[in-house]
């Protein structure tokens, strides 16, 4: 047996469609490079951790990227006064975290003609599609991306590009090219493996240059039949080798998995996260909280088919169809969370009518009104992700690297503030550096 070393349907085009995101507003980022970015103090009224709100007026001292002291209560003219500039805000989070994007994907393009045709287009189209989408992200205030796979390998450039300090691209955690069974579902994010060896020759290429890897252990959803009707890509035993492959390797795998069996295999076979999620069951939720696998559930490509049926050409049964399936998907997220399932918010942007930054605004609103509190869900957009990446701060905290948002005003107050971000500030350093902050003081 061969060892592999480890190395460390046709619609019409669409217009006037319902739901399009509403445009974040926000100034460019602050580049890390900046004078302004060496030190500086940030005061604000209000603020979430990762995890809680803190209600109180607090003083935030930043040093060469890196929360050098955080104090109750607003030192801002004492600052100023010893030299440093105070900025002033309503209220301060953690950069936001989409879980799961196509950054080489316009989801802006809803016309079926268009999406096919760009995924024709040359490389250095789709890479500057890509750098648009996370120059976008950015802007919004997601400062971290995970991409979720392309055939390419555009993820992996926009990663090499975003870790220049002066970049104005949100930071990129990259799967680089995917895995799917032979002539399955996946071709645009994913290369063919079936034989075991094959697996293993696929995993241990990945996992020299990839940050996690992808799974692509079921196809689509279908929609008119409301349900996942093709039997997974991979068995039982090819999942598990493929989990036990990619952990001897030191990376973390990430399934995108729908329908019952497939849900079963990703389970026992030990991923480390569930993409999309969607059929799940009460049972289900309570395995993935004792098993510690995460979760991203994406609402968004389905509800945009939901949202635009009509202009879509889907008959009444399947809108009904669409609405319930994604009214369960809203229960068992509630049920995931009070399980204690670690909830990554994903958006799937790239998807049709999934737009990159915008999205992570609805797909809030979505776990909204799922019955999730504000902290939960920002807990999912900050800090649950960067634990789940095994970052060693996933929450503003001192000695942490500064990669935040400030806005005007209280989400808890006015969520739409969420999407008016004043400033934005990435960390300035790959999360492999974060020790760096230990020693600022």
């Not at 400062?143 to 796979?149: F, P, Y």
Request: charged residues 25%; glycine residues 8%.
């Amino acid at each position: 047996m061969q060892r592999h070393r480890c190395v460390a349907r046709g619609a019409q085009a669409v217009s006037g469609l319902k739901g399009e995101p509403m445009s974040c507003e926000s100034p460019p980022p602050v580049p890390d490079d900046a004078p302004s970015a060496r030190a500086f103090a940030v005061v604000v009224d209000d603020w979430f951790d990762g995890e809680r709100r803190r209600r109180e007026t607090t003083t935030f001292r930043v040093v060469d990227g890196c929360v050098a002291d955080i104090d109750s209560g607003d030192r801002g003219i004492a600052l100023a006064a010893q030299g440093l500039r105070v900025l002033r805000g309503g209220f301060l989070m953690p950069g936001l975290v989409d879980a799961h994007v196509h950054l080489f994907l316009d989801g802006t393009a809803t016309d079926p003609g268009t999406r096919a045709r760009h995924l024709k287009e040359p490389i250095e189209h789709l890479l500057e599609t890509a750098r648009r989408n996370a120059r976008r992200s950015l802007a919004c205030g997601v400062t971290l991306v995970r991409d979720a796979g392309d055939r390419h390998g555009i993820n992996h450039r926009i990663r090499a590009e975003a870790q220049r300090a002066s970049s104005t691209l949100a930071r990129v955690r990259s799967a680089g090219c995917g895995i799917r069974a032979p002539k399955r579902y996946g071709a645009f994010m994913a290369a063919e493996a079936g034989t075991d060896d094959e697996l293993r020759e696929a995993i241990a290429q990945r996992a020299a240059d990839s940050d996690e890897i992808k799974l692509i252990l079921t196809g689509l959803i279908d929609f008119e039949a409301g349900a996942v009707t093709e039997e997974p890509q991979f068995t039982l035993a090819q999942a598990r080798l493929f989990v036990e492959t990619a952990h001897a390797c030191g990376r973390r795998i990430f399934a995108h998995c729908s329908g019952a069996k497939g849900l079963g295999i990703a389970i026992e076979a030990g991923v480390d996260c569930i993409e999309h999620g969607f059929f799940m069951t009460p049972e289900v939720c309570g395995q993935m909280a004792r098993r510690a696998i995460a979760w991203t559930p994406t609402f968004g490509p389905v509800h945009f088919q939901w949202a635009n049926a009509p202009a879509l050409g889907w008959p009444a049964e399947t809108v009904d169809k669409l609405r319930r399936l994604l009214d369960e998907h809203a229960r068992h997220l509630k049920l995931a969370v009070d399980a204690g399932v670690a909830v990554l918010l994903g958006t799937d942007a790239g998807s049709m009518g999934v737009a990159h930054g915008d999205a992570v605004f609805d797909e809030i609103d979505r776990y909204g009104q799922a019955g999730l509190s504000l902290e939960q869900i920002l807990a999912a957009a900050t800090s649950n992700p960067r634990r789940h990446f095994g970052f060693e701060h996933a929450r503003l905290s001192r000695r942490a690297p500064f990669d935040a948002v400030l806005l005007e005003r209280s989400p808890f107050d006015d969520r739409s503030a969420l999407r008016r971000p004043l400033r934005v500030w990435r960390p300035q350093w790959p999360p492999q550096r974060e020790s760096s902050c230990a020693t600022s003081d």
